[in-house]
């Protein structure tokens, strides 16, 4: 049973993720990007560990909160700028988050535990923040690694490299959820290649 600041504050992510302009296509519906991605992430941690803490549940909703207003492109299009704008946008999404959990008078301990998931923080000494990050890599591999191997598909080496890292990240749990991905079967020989 989530609290009725839980309630409030998923009003107001899913009211700013309406914000988001740039819209994809699924099953003939269309979605504001990242609040796709935001759905996804909450069916797979339901699916991944129903009953799991009101922050978790936060955390995995607003894992691309706002990240619309922080382009790719506003960092160099390298590998270095890639860290450089991945580690600028879990900061920033992290105090977006506070400012909405703030405007329900969510618990200010529960919203520390929360941005520390945002950013990535305490990922092997804290469980719901390993939970979250197994919930991430899931996510990627189910729905957007298809993708991405298209867009990189004359770099193997950097595919697996992605691949292989992607599953350093995640838990034994998260590995059994992983292969149970219905994955198409040269991207399940890809994936098996990279992580054996």
């Not at 957007?144 to 838990?171: G, Q, V």
Request: net charge negative; charged share 30%; with cysteine.
């Amino acid at each position: 049973m989530f609290t009725k600041q839980y309630e409030q504050a998923i009003a107001l992510i899913d009211k700013a993720y309406q914000e988001n302009t740039e819209l994809v296509s699924v099953d003939g519906v269309e979605y504001p990007k990242e609040f796709l991605y935001a759905k996804r992430m909450i069916a797979a941690l339901e699916a991944f560990q129903k009953d799991a803490s009101e922050e978790v549940y936060l955390a995995a909703r607003c894992q691309h909160l706002f990240r619309w207003e922080i382009p790719r492109n506003t960092y160099p299009m390298d590998r270095k700028g890639y860290h450089q704008w991945r580690t600028y946008l879990y900061t920033y999404q992290a105090n977006k988050t506070e400012d909405i959990l703030n405007e329900v008078a969510y618990n200010a301990d529960s919203i520390g535990i929360i941005k520390d998931m945002i950013e990535k923080k305490n990922l092997k000494s804290s469980t719901d923040s390993q939970l979250l990050e197994d919930v991430v890599c899931v996510v990627f591999l189910e729905f957007y690694l298809d993708d991405f191997i298209a867009k990189h598909k004359e770099d193997k080496e950097k595919l697996k490299r992605i691949i292989k890292n992607t599953w350093l990240k995640m838990s034994d749990q998260g590995h059994q959820a992983a292969l149970k991905i219905s994955f198409k079967e040269d991207v399940k020989s890809l994936v098996l290649e990279a992580v054996s």
